[in-house]
């Protein structure tokens, strides 16, 4: 059965600590791994696509790497506005995604 | 501006009622899902469609009935045999032959008491 965990579950940060989130997976066929940020009581909202092992992708404070287990979400200096739960989620065969619980990460000032 | 909608924003219900949630887009995305999202869980798939006419149950399709009779719409009854329909209900689509990412849309927080 395909899956996704994410670790850890929650997350607190000063402002400009660098840490890194956890998507491990285990899917038959992996076709590609995603990752959205959702603020409360709205929408999840797309970060990055990542195809294969190896492969980076960066935008502003965020960069998403991809091995053949896991992934991971570094966030470099992080401000308050960075708060939010970020999911993560694997395309298996078909496509349907399978989505992680997410990690609740805030950031205080 | 392109994007999916979705209304209303907040729903109340008493239960045994059935309830249609909407979802529109115009992205001019084939593939549309619906998702339940409840506290400490990722999202869960109730319903797909790839195609205008033809839908798949998800891994939670009990209680729950769609429609696809328009490119641009997607809506989802929730009906009274749904035993917990209390939960945050999320639209999303996805072009075909391209990325395979999905759009989501800003959801409906439905309430039955």
């Known amino acids: 059965e395909d899956q996704v965990t994410q670790s850890p579950e929650a997350l607190r940060l000063q402002e400009g600590e660098s840490s890194s989130l956890n998507c491990s997976y285990t899917?038959?066929?992996?076709?590609?791994l995603f990752w959205y940020r959702q603020d409360p009581g709205k929408g999840p909202e797309f970060l990055f696509t990542?195809?294969?092992a190896g492969e980076e992708k960066e935008k502003e404070r965020l960069k998403a790497t991809l091995t053949k287990k896991e992934s991971f979400l570094h966030i470099t200096a992080p401000k308050p506005e960075d708060s939010a739960t970020y999911l993560c989620?694997?395309?298996?065969?078909?496509?349907?995604?399978?989505f992680g619980a997410g990690t609740i990460l805030r950031v205080k000032s | 501006d392109g994007g999916i909608t979705q209304s209303p924003k907040y729903l109340f219900r008493k239960e045994g009622q059935n309830v249609t949630l909407s979802c529109e887009q115009n992205?001019?995305?084939?593939?549309m899902y619906w998702y339940r999202q409840d506290p400490g869980q990722g999202l869960r798939l109730i319903y797909y469609?790839?195609?205008?006419?033809?839908?798949q149950k998800g891994d939670i399709a009990e209680g729950y009935s769609v429609s696809r009779e328009k490119k641009e719409s997607f809506p989802l009854t929730v009906t009274s045999a749904q035993k917990n329909p209390t939960a945050f209900y999320l639209c999303?689509?996805?072009?075909?032959?391209?990325?395979?990412?999905?759009?989501f849309g800003p959801g409906t927080r439905l309430t039955v008491t």
């Open positions: 989620a694997v395309q298996a065969e078909g496509n349907k995604l399978v």
């Open positions: 992205l001019n995305h084939d593939a």
């Open positions: 999303a689509s996805r072009g075909t032959g391209g990325p395979h990412e999905q759009y």
């Open positions: 899917v038959s066929g992996l076709r590609g």
């Open positions: 469609s790839q195609i205008v006419n033809d839908f």
């Open positions: 990542l195809y294969s």
